[in-house]
C-alpha cells in the first residue's frame, strides 16, 4: 500500500525550530500538489502550506506570517516543512498530503499521512 510516512515532531521550546519531513514510497515527480495541514484539539484541520501546479505557487496559511517554509525533493520523494519561531498555538498533529503518488502498479491520488505530533512548552 503506497504510505506517507511522517517523522520530525516532538516537544521544543516557544521559538525553537523543527523540521517535518514527509516520506512517499512512490514517486511524487509529477505531483501538482502537496501540502501540510494541521490539526489542535477540539479545532478544525487547516492549511499550513501548499505548493500548487508542481510549484508555480506557494500558499501559507495567514498565522505562519512568514515562519515557515515548505519544500519537496522529488529525488528523494519527500516533502518538508521548516518551521522557525514556533510558538505555543502551533501545537497541534501535522499532516502531509499528496495529490498523485506513482508506483509500479499505478498511480494512487490523494492520500495523507498519518500525521506527527507537534508540542510548543516551555
Known amino acids: 500500500q503506497v504510505q506517507l510516512v511522517e517523522s520530525g515532531g516532538g516537544l521544543v521550546q516557544p521559538g525553537g525550530s523543527l523540521r517535518l519531513s514527509c516520506a512517499a514510497s512512490g514517486s511524487i515527480f509529477s505531483a501538482r500538489t502537496i501540502a501540510w495541514y494541521r490539526q489542535a484539539p477540539g479545532k478544525q484541520r487547516e492549511l499550513v502550506a501548499r505548493?500548487?501546479?508542481?510549484?508555480?505557487?506557494?500558499s501559507y496559511g495567514d498565522f505562519v506570517k512568514g515562519r515557515f517554509t515548505i519544500s519537496r525533493d522529488n529525488t528523494k520523494n519527500t516533502v518538508y516543512l521548516q518551521m522557525n519561531s514556533l510558538e505555543p498555538e502551533d501545537t497541534a498533529v501535522y499532516y502531509c498530503f499528496v495529490d498523485r503518488i506513482e508506483t509500479t502498479r499505478g498511480v494512487v491520488f490523494d492520500r495523507w499521512g498519518q500525521g506527527t505530533q507537534v508540542t510548543v512548552s516551555s
Open positions: 505548493i500548487l501546479n508542481s510549484g508555480a505557487t506557494i
